[in-house]
């Protein structure tokens, strides 16, 4: 199993930007074969250190994520989230 792991800092955490972030990403849910597992979450901590959301999808192997990446419902997705975010980190590795 392959898991992706992309945490992101909003430009403005405004209540608007949460909500179209948190809906922007979940709406992936369901849209794409390779997406085995999806997971989106709040961070609660606040510290200056801390991302805002942190998206957690899991992949059989390395080509389902590579088909997510380039996939027509994923593509508005990075769109959107470049727009509303300063930085954005990512890590992938094989379990």
Do not use: W
Request: aromatic share 6%.
């Amino acid at each position: 199993m392959l898991k992706h792991i992309v945490m992101f800092k909003l430009k403005e955490k405004s209540p608007e930007n949460l909500e179209l972030a948190l809906s922007t990403l979940r709406g992936l849910e369901g849209k794409i074969e390779t997406l085995r597992m999806i997971e989106v979450g709040l961070d609660f901590n606040k510290s200056e250190r801390a991302y805002d959301i942190v998206l957690t999808t899991h992949f059989d192997d390395e080509a389902g994520l590579s088909a997510y990446v380039s996939h027509p419902h994923h593509l508005p997705v990075i769109d959107t989230m470049r727009a509303l975010c300063s930085s954005s980190i990512v890590v992938d590795y094989l379990n």
